[in-house]
């Protein structure tokens, strides 16, 4: 029996990646997903729009981004360039689960779970129905790129789409936003890191895992509470353990009262 050839996700990843040399920091922290359950559910209800957590979580991302502009940032050619607005990259499925593509939401930081929710579905429409020309482009070209070249190609890619912010090879300019998340908890999975694409040049990888019942210690007594992980792959050039400490304390406060995040375009500080 054949092989089924390899999918667009596949050919990008063995071309893309060799062993790490890049100075990375990771870290997880444990969120009480109690209160984001609650707001999903009343948002879905209010607007009959499918809210879901990942949605909440990059609406709060987006609020980070734009308190934090030193993490929204990439490296070009040695130094340190801002992204010009603050966007943020999902990962859906596509091709019954068997490549993924990503869908960023831009300005992010002026924009309520239900907005990002609607523009994440609409854009999961486009993807899965072949209507999405980036993808539709940008997937000819891996299929039919000569296997020797691909790596040198991406290199290229990189420097172009990623740092440069110049629409090359079927993608437009920083194609995955400043923050990339993945909801790995529809795999089943309660936690896992990222691998960061060089070429997209994002200095912040998330990763939400699974719900699930957890004991937890609060005012002294131990209690069950619904749990959900959130874990971070970052480039130490651009993020230390500062930062890491900010994003992940300004992340509890805003996941724990998510109605903050319906107030767009206003600052969260």
């Known amino acids: 029996m054949s092989a089924r050839p390899a999918s ?24 009480d997903a109690g209160p984001m359950l609650r707001y999903v559910d009343a948002a879905r209800e209010r607007t009959g729009v499918p809210v879901t ?34 966007d943020v990259g999902f990962a859906v499925d596509i091709e019954g689960g068997r490549d993924l ?43 039919w790129i000569p296997t ?8 290229v890619a990189g420097l172009l789409v990623g740092g440069l912010g ?24 309660r936690e896992a890191f990222l691998a960061p694409v060089p070429f997209a040049r994002v200095p912040l990888y998330l990763a939400m895992g699974a719900v699930h019942d957890a004991a937890a210690v609060v005012d002294g007594v131990v209690i069950v509470r619904s749990e959900m992980v959130i874990t971070a792959t970052a480039d130490h050039r651009l993020i230390d353990g500062a930062h890491a400490g900010r994003i992940a304390s300004r992340l509890q406060e805003l996941l724990q009262d998510p109605a903050v995040l319906d107030e767009t375009g ?3 500080s």
């Not at 100075?23 to 997880?28: A, H, M, S």
């Not at 110049?166 to 990339?180: E, K, S």
Request: with cysteine; hydrophobic share 40%; net charge positive.
């Open 266 to 268: 206003q600052s969260i």
């Open 148 to 155: 020797p070249i691909m790596g040198f190609a991406f290199r």
């Open 166 to 189: 110049i629409p090359a090879f079927g993608q437009p300019a920083f194609p995955l936003g400043g923050t990339f998340i993945s909801n790995v908890g529809t795999l089943g999975l």
């Open 101 to 143: 593509a990503p869908i960023t939401v831009r300005r992010i930081d002026g924009k309520s779970p239900v907005d990002v929710a609607r523009e994440v579905a609409a854009g999961a429409g486009r993807l899965r129905g072949g209507r999405d020309r980036h993808h539709r482009r940008s997937s000819g070209i891996v299929r």
């Open 53 to 86: 957590l990942v949605h909440v979580l990059g609406a709060a991302v987006g609020r980070i981004l734009r308190a934090e502009p030193d993490i929204n940032c990439r490296v070009v050619l040695g130094r340190i360039r801002p992204y010009p607005t603050c």
């Open 8 to 31: 667009v996700r596949r050919r990008i990843a063995v071309a893309t990646w060799t062993a790490s040399r890049d100075g990375r920091i990771y870290t997880r922290v444990g969120i």
